[in-house]
């Protein structure tokens, strides 16, 4: 199994009920059940308040680094990353577990 984690740095200025922000969130809680390949999915905000924090994580899980491609390049997902690149950065970590 492959672990797939996102971790999202709004943009200074960006608020978490900014209509773009919004519409981010939406579009990646919507990818459940859409991706086939998908066998984890989960996301949500972060609540710490300590200065190194993220604003917002994706943890999800496939199979295989095939199935992590698949959802790389699904146009539904690539929708999602569009819109996020509007208003935040993100780091990524991929591992077998």
């Not at 199994?1 to 922000?21: Q, S």
């Not at 939406?26 to 972060?46: Q, V």
């Not at 609540?47 to 994580?57: M, Q, T």
């Not at 295989?64 to 935040?88: I, K, N, S």
Request: aromatic residues 14%; glycine residues 6%.
């Amino acid at each position: 199994m492959i672990r797939h984690l996102v971790l999202f740095k709004l943009n200074e200025g960006v608020e978490r009920d900014d209509p773009r922000v919004v519409a981010g969130v939406e579009a990646f809680r919507s990818l459940e059940g859409e991706i086939p390949e998908l066998r984890h999915w989960e996301l949500g905000w972060n609540f710490s308040d300590r200065p190194i924090a993220y604003d917002f994580a994706i943890n999800s899980a496939f199979e295989d680094t095939a199935a992590l491609r698949v959802y790389a390049e699904h146009p539904e997902h690539q929708a999602g990353v569009a819109l996020w690149r509007e208003f935040a950065t993100w780091v990524i970590a991929d591992y077998e577990f």
